[in-house]
């Protein structure tokens, strides 16, 4: 983990909800996460701590994965454990985690970046199109980012290796980039999130025939849903390697699409 401790994986995951939603508030978060505000409040101040079982139904609540939950509860128990043998043996093992954490270079946490904000895989794909430019200013024109956002991530697309710059020429040095699938991941979400809110901003901005914005609802047998999926991969992978063969190329396009279920378990 690459927090200090579990208040800064709270006061992180509190933040990351804050972004998707601005009127989003600690009373909101609390609430969510099944604790009372004045709780949390003291919580994230460190006037009070949590005991094991509080950090165990916090972990579900957050829906962290099965490392980060032991990560949590060790982290809750190397704080405020009473017997003093437990809270030795769960310093060590975050004496440990923190020990690993340092095997994460600040090159691996650009990655992080590269992924969360749409713009670095738009500039890769904007060096396609026959009348590119490397130039800042026309960059941040034709993707509506500004320069200082143009900028950093082209420093960082370079600093990792995806871009190469050659008599002035910035090159897309992998071609294809992908993220993996079914890993939960921040990053991703918001990577998802800006995307989403680029598409919802088309549905209104972008004249019809040079888009397409649809939906299908339909009846599913939930065990087909992987099936339904891969199937929705292929035809995604196909069709980018369609148009990566094209000539003549004059736009960056994002295609996304949206399957999910509309139904809920009823007792």
């Known amino acids: 983990m690459q927090y200090s401790s579990y208040r800064d994986l709270l006061t992180d995951y509190f933040e990351k909800r804050k972004i998707l939603n601005s009127s989003y508030s600690k ?10 505000s004045a709780r949390l409040t003291q919580v994230l101040s460190k006037k009070h701590g949590l005991s094991i079982e509080a950090a165990k139904e916090l972990a579900q ?10 990560w949590f509860v060790e982290s809750v128990g190397a704080l405020h454990s009473r017997k003093k043998t437990l809270k030795t043996e769960f310093s060590r093992r975050i004496q440990e985690y923190k020990r690993t954490a340092k095997k994460f270079t600040e ?14 895989f738009a500039i890769l794909e904007l060096t396609h199109v026959e009348d590119f430019q490397n130039d800042a200013a026309w960059m941040a024109a034709k993707l509506g980012i500004t320069i200082d956002e143009v900028t950093e991530a082209v420093a960082r697309l370079k ?8 008599e002035g020429k910035l090159k897309d040095v992998f071609k294809f980039l992908a993220t993996p ?3 939960p991941s921040e990053s991703l979400k918001m990577f998802n999130h800006q995307l989403m809110k680029k598409a919802m901003e088309a549905l209104y901005d972008q004249d019809v025939l040079n888009r397409e914005i649809a939906s299908n609802i339909f009846s599913v047998r939930k065990d087909r849903v992987p099936e339904f999926k891969e199937k929705l991969r292929v035809f995604r992978r196909d069709l980018e390697n369609e148009a990566c063969q094209s000539k003549g190329k004059d736009a960056v396009y994002c295609l996304s699409m949206q399957f999910y279920e509309l139904t809920r378990s009823v007792e």
């Open 159 to 166: 600093n990792l290796d995806f871009l190469s710059e050659e």
């Open 181 to 183: 699938n079914d890993v």
């Open 27 to 36: 009373r909101a978060f609390a609430r969510d996460i099944g604790i009372s």
């Open 107 to 120: 090159i691996q946490l650009e990655y992080f970046k590269v992924i969360a904000d749409w713009y670095h």
């Open 61 to 70: 609540r957050l829906k962290l994965t099965p490392d980060e939950t032991k």
